[in-house]
């Protein structure tokens, strides 16, 4: 699949450029295989959304990426959170450019995944408020929804205009990235270095449950 020219998020990045903290997370962890989610839940997350390429699965492949502890992090978090506050946001999936793309809310299961594909029209960073309205059934405060993704100018940028809480993970997978996403992450790299968090109130809570899980006070 194709992704066509995401004009609408060029636009928003340059916001992000004169306020950066619009494009730093609240954790930065190396992959999902890094992330605690009984501990995220208990730090007061109740659902969670995740990009799909080179966050969950290699860019344009169905199954969750082969590398240590992605598969069984991947269960937790579906075992954690239930499938119903679970879902995959990615600007190749769920839009116009998929041809299985529906205007009826959250009726597309990934088939390799097995959660929901959020179908939305208006690609990342755009739109955080069609992830909020899918969640808004759950009655869950943006900030009790983690967004989880490898990019700072969609996915980063994503979920603080939303208010929820987001985890920037590391990129794994570039064989088949296509040349724009390459191109602008060298540019991330460049332009925010080496980037620094937010923190916030969830993300302190979060690493005291993690001490508590190594045995810490």
Not at 73 to 85: I, L, N, T, Y
Not at 90 to 114: A, C, I, R
Not at 127 to 140: E, I, K, R, V, Y
């Amino acid at each position: 699949m194709v992704q066509s020219f995401n004009s609408q998020g060029i636009l928003l990045s340059f916001r992000a450029f004169l306020n950066p903290s619009l494009a730093t997370p609240n954790l930065h962890l190396p992959s999902i295989a890094h992330i605690s989610f009984p501990a995220l839940k208990r730090a007061g997350i109740h659902a969670i959304a995740f990009d799909k390429d080179n966050t969950l699965t290699a860019p344009y492949e169905d199954e969750i990426w082969h590398g240590p502890g992605f598969e069984a992090g991947w269960e937790e978090c579906k075992r954690v959170f239930g499938a119903d506050h679970v879902c995959v946001v990615s600007n190749s999936l769920g839009t116009p450019d998929d041809p299985s793309f529906t205007t009826e809310k959250g009726v597309v299961v990934h088939p390799g995944l097995g959660v929901k594909i959020l179908q939305h029209t208006l690609k990342k960073p755009a739109g955080s408020d069609a992830l909020l309205a899918h969640f808004s059934t759950h009655a869950h405060a943006p900030h009790t929804i983690a967004f989880v993704g490898d990019r700072r100018l969609t996915d980063v940028y994503y979920g603080n205009l939303g208010g929820m809480t987001t985890i920037l993970t590391d990129a794994f997978s570039f064989e088949r990235d296509n040349l724009a996403a390459r191109s602008v992450r060298v540019f991330e790299g460049w332009w925010f270095g080496g980037g620094g968090v937010r923190g916030g109130e969830v993300a302190e809570r979060y690493w005291r449950e993690v001490l508590k899980e190594r045995g810490g006070v």
